[in-house]
């Protein structure tokens, strides 16, 4: 039986070199992303570039093939990720990156992860919901009478903000030095290839700021111990001695990258899908029921993390071509969650689809570590629309886009109701 092919479209390049550029570049992708994704996956699935600025990687479009090379030991994720970022190698903020499980490969990541989830058990994510609810509709409380709101900034972005620092037991009036650290560290990220020196030197002193603040919090719970995830981290530490006072502060600011800046952007996406699928809104109205499955069809619809990027450690084959050892692999997930091979009419949003098995979270090793509260607070801040904003409409024909792929969101939303 024969994959689900589609036409290919005229408005576009044909030549693969020519797509991945423009998917690169994003002023030339504009809107055409999920197009283009549509285009490679047609007249080269897994395809070489020859791009040097971004390392010739290999580019995999395919559901099947992006699955099995999450899952291959050969493909790993390591420091060679963060020595490809733009800017300084011994730089405060290259230097901590390195520290994140994000890009340290087997057996230490298996050892670390192992290490953190031990904490991460110690709580229930799911105790957290009745706060979110909390929040969610405390802050649509201070809007709604206004008639609209920028939904990024006054909404999205506060959620994860406000649920990650309770969760690490950061004070509350230490919450708006932290919301400055990291986004000065998300626009540092942002400016991957090409940086930026005054972009360089904020998050060089954002995360020297950062480091700072946690280490005082650690050594603090290791004397008093509290109720929050650095105080379970410090018992794990005193157990594992290969836990270091780094590895937290690293595992801190992974899940204000991660946790934070990815399901801000993935509120403000879903939000932007729903108002552009009104059949689908009212449905969640409707049937507030459907909000978990809801959640993961938003999730595959518009993936905050389009891509992610792997190394070879050996040899491997793929679709009769041959990914040599060293080469980079680019993992184009927001292509396979689109891909009409998994997914029937992928590029339609539908709330009820089942067996929405999406690599937003990635697969294998390294999947997302925090997946479960970033769940929660997707489902919790998308529903709270539904119910409290019913005729929530958006103000601008053509939102903009973020630059980069990684950490993939809306620059802004203006919305009413």
Known sequence: MSEPRLPLYDDLPTEPGEIFERILDHERRGQDLVRLYHQLREVAPVYHSEVERVGRPWILTRYEDITLAAREKGLVKDERLVDQLGGRADSPYKQLLKRMMAFIPPPRHTRLRALVNRAFT???????????????????????????????????????????????????????????????VTRRSDESLEVDPDLERLGDEAVLGFSDFFRELIASRRRQPRDDLISDLVAVQREASDLADEDIIA?????????????????????????????EFQKLRERPELIANAAEELLRFDTPVQLSVNFALEDVPCRGETIRKGDAVFLLRGAANRDPARFLDPDRLDLERREIEHHSFGLGAHFCLGASLARLEIQEGILALAERLPGLRVEIEEPVYKPQLHLHGLEALPVSW
């Open 251 to 279: 595992t801190a600011l992974l899940l204000f990258q991660a946790g934070h800046d990815t399901t801000a952007n993935m509120i403000g996406k879903g939000a932007l899908a729903l108002a552009r699928n009104p059949g």
């Open 122 to 184: 110690l709580r229930s994510v799911e105790s957290l919901r009745p706060g979110v609810r909390a929040l969610v509709h405390g802050l649509l409380d201070e809007r709604e009478a206004a008639g609209g709101m920028e939904l990024v900034a006054d909404y999205a972005f506060r959620i994860p903000m406000a649920t990650i620092c309770e969760l690490l037991g950061v004070p509350l009036d230490a919450v708006p030095e932290i919301r400055r650290w990291a986004g000065d």
